[in-house]
């Protein structure tokens, strides 16, 4: 082969990242041509009406003047300060603002943690599904994702016996997302106590991924893993893309807990790799204390009547009315990951149905195999459109995935039909 010196990056062709890959780009030509979509592939609450509160809106449009400068590597301190408070009213005690890395969005930490961390080869324990930017970006920093799985019969959560199993010599970090893009997952305590006694007793670093720690449903609890991890290194990570409806902003937070001499090199890590960023968007900065000292107002929204409890509940009866399709119930987040079972998961390609969807019915979901799962018979859609919005996607999908299922019913016949006609 010639030499290219325009040849990308070679481990890049072990990245996906699908969400706006694809079938996000068929979707635009079908846009392009006259076709109205209902677009379920991502979690971005401005695109389906939702607003950042207006506490929050205002508190940057009174600072606008102030946003000129670059600020600190590590964020404004008035920001940093109101994070480590809001951290240590959970219960991470020693939260402090000098260990608060403010970035843009989760999606820069998530990538400089890990370039913060990894040399070629190391391993990074990630979840089976996973929000897939973990898996590209432990990828592209040279290290290798390793998945416990978090089996649809285990309602979606880990098993701590298996992620400890997968601990090898190579093994840095445990991550975990919760409550969990895509399954809606949120983890009990005591599993994370146990999570928590692997990463002591094997060394590892802690990454708690909690962008959606106020997005819950039911009775579902949220509990943060730092205050569990005491002395275990832990970066936790937050925003505002979420909770507060404000992906545009690209604003989040790292905040790291632990034992202080053994977090020194990390900690100094990330901030060389933050001060060559310079700084992260300064508008959005200043609604981080608006967001974490005002009022709550997600919860309302979760709650019965509210716009994504009503949405979650279309899913779930839309689901539970179709004979093909079988949902774990999401506890958090704002997403649903049912599978398809049946007649109708007979040969079934998430990718290949995914795309039938979007070409017959108008709808683009994001198939299974999205997530890093080894099956194929998932898809994740967002909780975010309005509830007759849902039911009449899932009307839609349980149409394709009848024609799917009658076609499987008649193939066996069409089989016989025709050995008996050439016999
Ligand atoms: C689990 C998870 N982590 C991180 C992110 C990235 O969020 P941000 O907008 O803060 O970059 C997302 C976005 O969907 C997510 O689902």
Redesign the pocket.
Known sequence: MPHDPLATRARLSEVRYE?RGELARRARELEAQGRELVKLN??NPGAFGFRAPDHLQRAIADRIHDTDPYTHQQGLPAAREAIAAFHRARGAIDADAERVFV????????DISLRALLNPGDEVLLPSPD?P??SAATILNDGRPVYYRCKVANDFLPDPDEIEALVSSRTRAIVL?NP??PTGATYPRALLERIVRIAEKHGLLLMA?E??DGVLYEDARFQPLAPLAGDVPCLS?G????VHRA?GW???WGVLSGDARRCAGFQHAMDLLGALRLCANVPGQFAIEAALQGADTIAPLCAPGGRLHEARRAVLDSCAASEHLQLVAPSG??YAFPGVVGDAASGFEDHAFALELLETEGVLVVPGSSFNVPYRNHFRVTLLPEPDVLRDVFARIDRVLQRRATARRAAPVDLATRRAASG
Do not use: F, M, T
């Not at 970035?103 to 998530?110: C, M, Y």
């Not at 925003?239 to 979420?242: M, R």
């Open positions: 969400i991502i979690g970035g843009n969005g989760v999606s820069e930490l998530i929000y930017l973990w997302i969990n893009n991924d962008i959606y990570l925003g505002l893309s979420k992906c690209r604003v989040g987040a704002l």
